[in-house]
Each structure stands twice: as C-alpha cells, then as structure tokens.
C-alpha cells in the first residue's frame, strides 16, 4: 500500500476537491485556538467567530453593548473598537471575574477555518 502524507499551512492552499476519499487530520496550532480555550476556562459564556470585524460588530449590536465584547486582531494587532485582541493573556481569569464574565465574545483572527460560519 501506497501511503503519503500531503501538508497545507494555510486554509487557502486546501482545494475542496483534495478531501474526496481521503482521511484528513487537522491540526489547529494557531493562536487563535489558545485564545478562544482561555477565554471559555477563565468564565465566558460564548465565543461565537465572525467573518469580519464588522460582523462582529453587528452582532455586539445585536446582542447587546452590555452582554458582549468584541475581541480580534488583524496581524497581531488588536482590531481598532475592539475590548480584546488575541493574546491569551488579555482573557485572564481576573477579568472575567471582574466586568465581563459571563458576556457573549464576538470573535474576528486574522486566520480562520474555512468552515467556521457553515
């Protein structure tokens, strides 16, 4: 049996029709992911990802300027508006225990799985 091992660091390398009768692992190493985990264990509520930074925004508008922070980078930065950008650190327990536990997190890395909105 032939076997190989076929590697694509970005999302956008992956074409759809290279799935068709493969096993596929996926390995998330981003940032993102430890930021997302940090935020859950240290008491918010949600983190819900977004397209953009602007759908994040309608959402926070939609949900309530009080029950939600909008949180995201672009290239490391945090996203100009926003309460949190994507360092761990930032999603420290004692900021949930403070003002924002319990809030809904609009989401928006730079870097995302394409199928985060299906």
Same mark, same amino acid.
Not at 11 to 33: F, N, Q
Not at 51 to 73: F, T, V, Y
Not at 75 to 91: A, H, M, Q, T, W
């Given at each position: 049996?032939?076997? =190989? ?27 993102? =992911? ?16 977004v397209? =953009? ?16 922070? &909008?949180?995201?980078?672009? =290239? ?21 225990l ?6 809904? &997190? ?13």
């Amino acid at each position: 049996m032939n076997r =190989s091992v076929e590697v694509c660091f970005l999302p956008g390398e992956l074409e759809e029709s290279w799935l068709t009768g493969r096993t596929v692992i996926v390995v998330d190493l981003l940032r993102a =992911s430890t930021t997302i985990a940090h935020a859950l264990f240290n008491g918010a509520r949600d983190v819900i990802p977004v397209e =953009s930074p602007e759908k994040a925004r309608e959402l926070r508008d939609s949900i309530g300027r009080d029950a939600a922070l &909008l949180c995201g980078e672009r =290239s490391g930065v945090k996203i100009d508006g926003f309460d949190l950008g994507n360092s761990p650190f930032e999603y420290a327990l004692f900021v949930f225990l403070t003002a924002f536990r319990a809030r809904l &997190l609009p989401f928006e890395p730079t870097l995302k799985p394409r199928n985060t909105q299906r």
